[in-house]
């Protein structure tokens, strides 16, 4: 097998990453259906939901440990000879192998789709014991529309979010190309990343610090429908 074949079989694991974090925003979504309208987290089905969120989580680490394992080897064979080639194998195992040994639960539990998934249950619980707040809304549709617009838009783009995703330092949300790619941008110059948001004190933006805010993603998806119907 040449490098190349191996390059692009982690090409594959990569695309299959990305169905694996689609699969996670869904289970959460039918979890947060489930969780309105309840005001207590014991709901055996939103726990079978977060021990989905969990195995998911277990499995994208495995993927990232052994990408990052085939990477590391091959970066060191600087030419493709065959006893080179044949020795990949047992290296990749071997430190693929002592990474698995090295993940925990904790390691599990601050995955960013497990701490949104959380952190949408908590929210979803909270807006289904807040009736006034919804009545209220619907007695001024005209200002929380106006008020949804402004929330609904990302500070780098200035357009509608369409995957947002929350700081957990400074609790500001951004449309995640946006800011990732700000990120990069920053990096590639040696700068650190400041919020973008006008006023924000939060001069040292990382990715580790986003996680996907899927409540705030359902109710731009549910203000696009109400449009849709006007």
């Known amino acids: 097998m040449s490098l190349s074949a191996v390059h692009g079989t982690l090409s594959s694991l990569k695309s299959c990453q990305a169905d694996i974090g689609t699969g996670m925003d869904i289970v959460t979504d039918v979890a947060m259906d489930l969780a309105e309208g309840h005001d207590t987290e014991e709901n ?7 021990d989905m969120i969990l195995e998911c989580a277990k499995l994208d680490r495995e993927i990232n440990y052994f990408i990052d394992a085939v990477q590391q080897v091959t ?7 065959p006893e080179a080639m ?4 047992a290296k990749v195992k071997e430190q693929f192998t002592e990474r698995i040994a090295r993940l925990s639960d904790a390691d599990l539990q601050n995955h960013q789709k497990v701490v949104a998934f959380k952190d949408s249950i ?15 809304e619907e007695l001024d549709e005209d200002i929380a529309v106006t008020q949804s617009q402004v929330n609904f838009t990302c500070p780098l783009t200035q357009v509608e979010m369409v995957n947002p995703v929350k700081n957990k330092k400074c609790n500001h949300n951004y449309d995640e190309g946006a800011i990732l790619g700000l990120i990069k941008t920053k990096h590639s110059q040696k ?3 400041r919020c973008p948001v006008v006023g924000c004190g939060n001069t040292d933006v990382k990715e580790t610090d986003l996680i996907p805010d899927q409540m705030l993603r359902r109710k731009i998806q549910s203000h696009k429908r ?3 119907r006007t």
Do not use: I, R
Request: aromatic share 2%.
């Open 44 to 50: 055996p089905a939103v726990k079978e939901l977060e």
């Open 191 to 193: 700068k650190k990343c």
């Open 86 to 89: 044949f020795s990949l194998s």
């Open 226 to 228: 109400q449009g849709n």
């Open 122 to 136: 908590k929210n979803s619980l909270n807006q289904g014991s807040q009736e006034s707040a919804d009545k209220m």
């Open 75 to 81: 970066a060191e064979v600087t030419t493709q000879q």
